[in-house]
């Protein structure tokens, strides 16, 4: 079993900056794949980056590449996003999430096992 705490998200004006959190306890976090996904009200859950559990490759959505980076630090068993260049569009609730696989890439929420309870993030225009 492995918990996930969010952290970090709150009111931001566009053109602002964030940096969310997600703690992880329980099992070997250094194990796991993790994500990052949103949810805008009556909107499906969408990937927005997953890194690969020694953190040396990251991957992410289209809409925010080059805008959004994620990090693992597996010494904290934290993994961040660090959003940038926000729009209005980004506001959502923000959830980590983590993946049992140790190769390949990982885009859908049914690849991930284990979630957190999500962290809302507003962007005013």
């Known amino acids: 079993q492995v918990q996930l705490v969010e952290s970090g998200g709150g009111l931001v004006q566009a053109g602002g900056s964030l940096r969310l959190s997600c703690a992880a306890s329980g099992r070997t976090f250094s194990w796991y794949t993790m994500g990052w996904f949103r949810q805008a009200p009556e909107k499906e859950r969408e990937f927005v980056g997953g890194?690969?559990?020694?953190?040396?490759?990251?991957y992410y959505a289209d809409s925010v590449k080059g805008r959004f980076t994620i990090s693992k630090d597996n010494a904290k068993n934290t993994v961040y996003l660090q959003m940038s260049s926000l729009k209005p569009e980004d506001t959502a609730v923000y959830y980590c999430?983590?993946?049992?696989?140790?190769?390949?890439?990982?885009?859908?929420?049914?690849?991930?096992?284990?979630w957190g309870q999500g962290t809302q993030v507003t962007v005013s225009s």
């Open positions: 890194i690969s559990w020694s953190g040396g490759r990251s």
């Open positions: 999430a983590a993946a049992t696989g140790l190769s390949g890439s990982y885009y859908f929420p049914h690849d991930y096992t284990y």
